[in-house]
């Protein structure tokens, strides 16, 4: 079965400096998809950042990147130029391309960011 | 546009009694998820729709949940007699494709004291 996995419960980073977080996975498969989704507080869950496993390049979107290490099995998220509203729930979260299965979400980083 | 809309957003009964919620997907969006998130947990699927049909439904305790999607658009999910250990917070997520992103609810919290 597959597992999404992070290491980290917390995270803290002052605002304007950059924090990464962790994600390690485990899969027999070779086509997958990777994510990041974000929690606020009492809000709703949003994708932040989606990586194929099939592309080489690592995803970015503005301020977010992604490290994908496809033989480490290892997907950080890298938050740069942190704002007050970076801090949430961050998941990591996984899913086999076959089109017919659910998300496998890890059990989730909450991050801080001081002011 | 709007998004996926869930009620109540907050629930607390007494254990043994039933509750339910409800869920309305983003319209055309074909593919209809239940999810339950536990304090300091991930999300885990408890059923997947595909238009009105529940096409994995394998994490769902049938002795005591059931769902429903009518007509393939809104979905309610019941828990009939719920116990302490069910709380927490139940999410709805919709997508256009079975493959496409999930687009979530805000979620019901649900305590059951």
């Known amino acids: 079965a597959q597992t999404v996995t992070q290491s980290q419960p917390e995270m803290s980073v002052q605002e304007a400096e950059t924090v990464t977080l962790s994600c390690t996975y485990d899969?027999?498969?070779?086509?997958?998809?990777l994510f990041w989704y974000k929690q606020p507080p009492s809000r709703q869950m949003i994708l932040v950042i989606r990586?194929?496993?099939?592309?080489?390049q690592n995803a970015t979107e503005n301020r977010f990147s992604v490290n994908f290490q496809k033989a480490a099995k290892s997907f950080s998220l890298k938050i740069s130029d942190s704002q007050l509203g970076d801090a949430a729930m961050y998941f990591c979260?996984?899913?086999?391309?076959?089109?017919?299965?659910?998300?496998?979400f890890g059990k989730g980083t909450r991050l801080s960011v001081i002011a | 546009e709007a998004g996926v809309v869930q009620s109540p957003r907050y629930k607390i009964i007494e254990k043994k009694q039933p509750v339910a919620f409800w869920c309305n997907p983003i319209?055309?969006?074909?593919?209809l998820y239940w999810y339950r998130q536990n304090l300091g947990q991930g999300p885990e699927l408890l059923i997947r729709?595909?238009?009105?049909?529940?096409?994995?439904d394998s994490q769902l305790p049938k002795d005591r949940f059931s769902a429903e999607r009518l007509k393939g658009v809104d979905s309610t999910l019941k828990i009939q007699p719920a116990e302490l250990g069910d709380s927490a917070v139940y999410l709805c997520?919709?997508?256009?494709?079975?493959?496409?992103?999930?687009?979530f609810g805000e979620g019901s919290r649900l305590t059951v004291l």
């Open positions: 997520a919709s997508s256009l494709v079975v493959a496409g992103e999930l687009f």
């Open positions: 899969t027999s498969e070779s086509d997958y998809y």
């Open positions: 990586q194929e496993a099939y592309k080489q």
């Open positions: 979260a996984y899913r086999w391309d076959s089109g017919n299965t659910p998300l496998v």
């Open positions: 319209s055309g969006h074909n593919t």
């Open positions: 729709y595909e238009n009105e049909e529940a096409v994995d």
